[in-house]
């Protein structure tokens, strides 16, 4: 068998041409994996690379049907960090604010902070109060961070 046939193997193709072909193999962190050269390589990769070629430095093999586990070629596609993120932005899949798993604050404490950011109270006090850095609340009040929430 060619690397193509083992990895396409691998593939719940049955929906035909235009359908996901899910892996079924091995999975780490939501997506497929499979070895070539010795080395792990993401499914969705490893499908990108044996029927379209080299994967440039930086890029992003990107799922147009946003199914991690996707290996039908039709669906990937070639993109920068930025590229994926405004996708998933775009598709409403971008995870911010309290939803993420990580969020020390809700929005109601970032809107807070915003406000108490306009006070002469001690930076370090805020922070503590909230359990955050003082870099976390000038990044909030910067909008590099809670930017859906607007100004």
Known sequence: RTTAESLFAKCDC?????????WQ???????GVISMGNRPVRAHRAAWLL??????????VCHSCDRPLCC???HLW????EDNVRDA???G?????????????????ALKIRCLM???APRAEIAASFGVTVHALYRITGGHSWKHLGT
Do not use: Q
Request: hydrophobic share 30%; aromatic share 8%.
């Open 14 to 22: 049955s929906g035909g041409p235009s359908s996901c072909w899910v």
């Open 51 to 60: 029927t379209r070629g080299e994967i440039p430095a930086g890029m992003f």
């Open 93 to 109: 899949r971008h995870i911010h604010g309290e939803r993420a798993p990580w969020a020390k604050l809700t929005e109601a404490d």
């Open 89 to 91: 932005v775009a598709k």
């Open 72 to 74: 039908n070629p039709a």
């Open 25 to 31: 193999g091995k999975v780490s962190r939501r997506y």
């Open 78 to 81: 070639l993109g920068s960090h």
């Open 118 to 120: 306009l006070t002469k």
